[in-house]
């Protein structure tokens, strides 16, 4: 696996976790999970890191949304792929220095594999301008 499919579960594990709690855990053991030690271990930094910050992480994408969305009102694949992205950028584990392009490339593609059609429009936007803030 590489770190682009590890995102790829990282994504279906926050999606899973968001529709069904309970049912998150049993996804994690799936057959889904990555094979590999380093795609499994960075799959999950990826993961304690969008749970240890997930206010932190809701704020920012909320403060960049239009006026009158709420996060609660963002289709759930592209809330997560957001907050995988800003929790892999602005959260990375202590030995990880993550590019901004490659972020956001990587979160395109997502969106463009399952989101919507215009998802990855919407998520490049919101991301870019997230990372360029100080």
Avoid at 104 to 117: P, S
Wanted: glycine share 4%; net charge neutral; hydrophobic share 40%.
């Amino acid at each position: 696996m590489t770190r682009t499919d590890a995102r790829a579960y990282v994504l279906k594990y926050l999606y899973a976790k968001e529709i069904n709690p309970e049912g998150a855990e049993a996804f994690a053991s799936s057959r889904y999970k990555p094979d590999d030690e380093e795609s499994s271990a960075y799959a999950e930094g990826i993961i304690k890191s969008v749970i240890a910050n997930r206010e932190a992480i809701d704020a920012l994408i909320s403060s960049h949304l239009k006026k009158n969305w709420s996060l609660d009102q963002l289709n759930k694949v592209d809330k997560n792929i957001l907050r995988l992205a800003i929790a892999e950028f602005k959260f990375p584990a202590a030995d990880e220095k993550p590019d901004c392009a490659i972020v956001i490339n990587e979160a395109v593609k997502l969106a463009k594999t399952y989101g919507g059609d215009r998802s990855y429009r919407f998520i490049n936007g919101i991301l870019d301008k997230i990372f360029k803030e100080k």
